[in-house]
């Protein structure tokens, strides 16, 4: 009984705690948000997809994460990228991030979308935290919290890494917060643990502003808020914040220290700038009040980022309500107000506010515009709490609200002006008009309780409720326009039947996709198969060279070639080089003949227009999908000619038909129809028509594949004749259609690839691929690193029995030395592990075609033996004759080093913490 007595006692306990209650109703709020996920069981992470990175990269980083962890290592390296990468050193996998745990114990998609409303719980619970201890009022702190957590930026950038760094800044806050106000060991673990998280998050330029802007609030903490008391105990300050700026870099050494190794020894895709990158247009600013004033997002890709500056209408109009109310002793205002300013500006790109790039550090990253929007939001959410408080204090705002109502009517005016004159054009003046009535509505309903409250027809707590609950039901009405995009296409990639003929074979191998968006590169990660393709933020500059060199990209160009396309790939041109051989590449899937090739550049050379002048036609790189291509232009109603010779042994054209994204919008034109003719003297055949309408057609919206036989007009010479046609109605506005793809095939299976399975999509074999491990019984030395891509690409070297070393090796001395009886067998290939049994017949080197990279190290019978740089980026050893076990570990300093690092500072604190508890018992 007495039992019973004290667990009901403490179940009262916690009911009451006021923390416990927030914690429940941020949670209950959250699914309530994403209700309709989770009762229909469409998966969060990608309902709210918008940018591919999402699931072509985190996600297949993830569970090969998990699935490396499970089997007893870290995931150090990623043995399918291009010929292996560092994985925990390319920053962004976030390997250690605590909350990675719910991914990594959860494996399912449930798992992620627990990940992602978990960070959302954060955001919001630790900005209540911060807004408390900064005497905001209880139902303040909560309208704060719902305002931060369910703003734009966090909605728009869900299932991003960047979200890791973005939830800390209310946590880093508070911690600081508690450094300086209760100046405690506790105080200076929370501190230490919080700049920590906001590291290992995995989005560097997200950390440097976050970190810019705790760096404010330490200043504003010490110089402003608590001058006197600062001023006493100045040595105390600076040493707690000291020791949390110490503490917190030391446990994020773990991460920092490989990133930091890699960087310098890799081309980076962001590279150094000390201007921004802004893609925050200023014409976006109406988004503050109208988030798809441009359309929502399964109209627009490139607008849905005006989704990110929005914090909520109600939330919106507090914080100006808060702004006009602030007294110069309200120093949090004016503090919080000059930050979401600041940061605002920053993140539209605005002159004057970009100096900021000049500073140490910020002139030596790539700046995202983006990235300061966050730190807005989060300023304007702690102002709306401010203002609520000062309503909650009975400060009556009729002339205030008027006052606001008329800047709001005044700016919505404005844009609509600007709309009228051409200068900026939302989606439609319907939808224009429907979001208009919404921003009147909330604010109407806002006014209408105004008035109850301000007549005492309402108590503060019931008020304090319904502002809460009306800011939180306009932030989810607005979030429906959030809708995904590229769940067609991803859904098609993942059951490509090429994928599961792939996985059959198990012989370690890697292969090749053309064209790129037919199967992006990390989903290779998504099921153990080694893509030669790399997509990375980071790429090590030996392989970079070797693809610039196969692809004779000159150095000056190849920055471009990669940005255009987000991805490192061998060019179909170079799947004849040797070198693609020796990398072990054994298969190439394709949509199309390896022996076919594009036809664009000789569109565009040779065509004549027949009707519509020229700027309606040409050559276009379209991104707004996954990956750019190229495609042919071509606005209705439009001819365009074209000569062209069929081979003797004729053909196949390949093409692709889609629209833009951006006539996807409801009243811009009626579908396009896509027709080829083709002319022979006086007689005109049409050999293809298609008419697509993706504004009505769900299936529309996804690009089209067709094969047109053109063997009929084998020898001929032929006009090719690309139509497109307005659909029935004759509407053509914004009706951009693309013909992608344009591919004349040759239907000839000689030669060195041979198609083996052809449903759907080719697969091709390398009738001459290496072995992942071979034995080479001769070495040379050439020391011009520059010179061995020319000798290793030249037809007279042999590379199956030449290895070129750059230093001296033991040479092979058998004069006889027979390959026919040595071998090289993979007995195990884990991610950063590799067992190899090898027979040498005489002396000899072992070449695996795996990536070079400092931190391998290999044992030869159980004695560590040197690894050797062999053709130009790949691993060799020497063996004498006779068998072997060669085990190759991934074991880099840089890991150590950090592990140690962190693993130290961890034990030192746990071990201060106790020694000074004992301490106290002690006294006590």
Known sequence: MKSSGRFLQIVRLLVRNEYLQVALLLCVLICIFFGRNLISGENIFLEIKK??????????????????????????????????????ANFQSAIFYPLKLLIYFLPSMAGLD???????????????????????????????????????????????????????IPVLLWAINSVVERRK??????????????????????????????????????FFDRKAEVAKHIKGYLSLLGGVLILGSLLSSIQVIPFLHYLGKSWNYHPVSQWILNIMNIKYFISLLLPWFYGDSSNS?????????????????????ALIKIRSSNRYGIFFTGSAIFFMGLGFGLHGFNLIHFLPIFNRVYNFSRCAIPVACFSIAIMSGIGLNY????????????????????????ESLLHLTGFIRPINLNYLTSQVGLVVFWLALIFFLFRLYSRKKINNFIFGILMILLTFFSLWVDNLGNKALFQNETKEQLTESFIDFLKKD??????????????????????????????????????????????????EKFIFEYVKSFYLVPHQESLGSQILDLLNLKYVVSRYSLLSHQIFDEVLERANIVTIDKRYFGLHKANEIIGARDVLFQHPPTIIEFPLKIPEGGAFLNLIIEMSLHSWFPDRG????????????????????????????ELDKKRMWFKVNLHYYRGKEVIMRLITDPGPRGNDIRDWAYWGELRLEVPDQSGKYELISGQGVGVYKNRDVFPRAFIVPEAVVVERHEVILEIMDSGDFNLRKVVILEEPAELATNDHFSTDNSEARIIDYQATKVEIEAQVDGEGFLVLSDNYYPGWKVYVDGRQERIYRADYLLRAIHLSPGFHRVKFVFDPLSFRLGWWMALSTIISTVGFIGFSVLTKNKED
């Open 185 to 222: 060991v506790s105080s200076l673990v929370l501190g230490s643990g919080a700049l920590c998280l906001s590291v290992i998050g995995g989005h560097p330029e997200t950390t440097l502003y976050t970190l810019f802007f705790a760096g404010g609030w330490v200043i504003f903490k010490l």
């Open 391 to 414: 309503l909650m204090k009975k400060e009556y705002p009729f002339k205030a609200f008027y006052f606001l109502l008329g800047i709001i009517i005044l700016f919505i005016g404005g």
């Open 670 to 697: 009626d579908g396009v129809g896509f027709a080829l003719d083709l002319v022979t003297g006086t007689k005109t055949e049409r050999l293809f028509f298609r008419y697509i309408d993706p504004k009505r057609n």
């Open 114 to 168: 627990i990940f992602l409303m978990s960070r959302l719980f954060i955001a919001g619970f630790f900005t209540y935290l911060f807004c408390q201890s900064i005497q905001v009022g209880r139902a303040g702190s909560v309208l704060a919290a719902i305002s931060f957590m369910f703003c734009g930026n966090l909605m728009r950038y869900l299932n991003m890494v960047m979200l890791n760094v973005e939830i800390c």
């Open 506 to 555: 198990k012989e370690i191998f890697r292969f090749h996709a053309v064209p790129l968006w037919l199967f992006p590169t990390h989903l290779g990660t998504l099921y153990s198969l080694s893509d030669m393709r790399v997509s990375d933020a980071l790429i090590e500059n030996t392989y970079l060279n070797l693809l610039n060199y196969l692809n004779k990209i000159p150095k």
């Open 301 to 321: 890709l490139i607008d849905t980022y005006a989704l990110i500056p929005y914090s909520g209408i109600i939330s919106l109009f507090l914080a100006l309500f």
């Open 51 to 88: 940018d591919p990175i999402a699931f072509y990269w985190l996600y297949p980083w993830d569970k090969f994460s998990r699935d490396v962890f499970k089997s007893g290592y870290i995931p150090l390296w990623n043995p399918y990228s291009g010929l292996g990468f560092p994985l925990l």
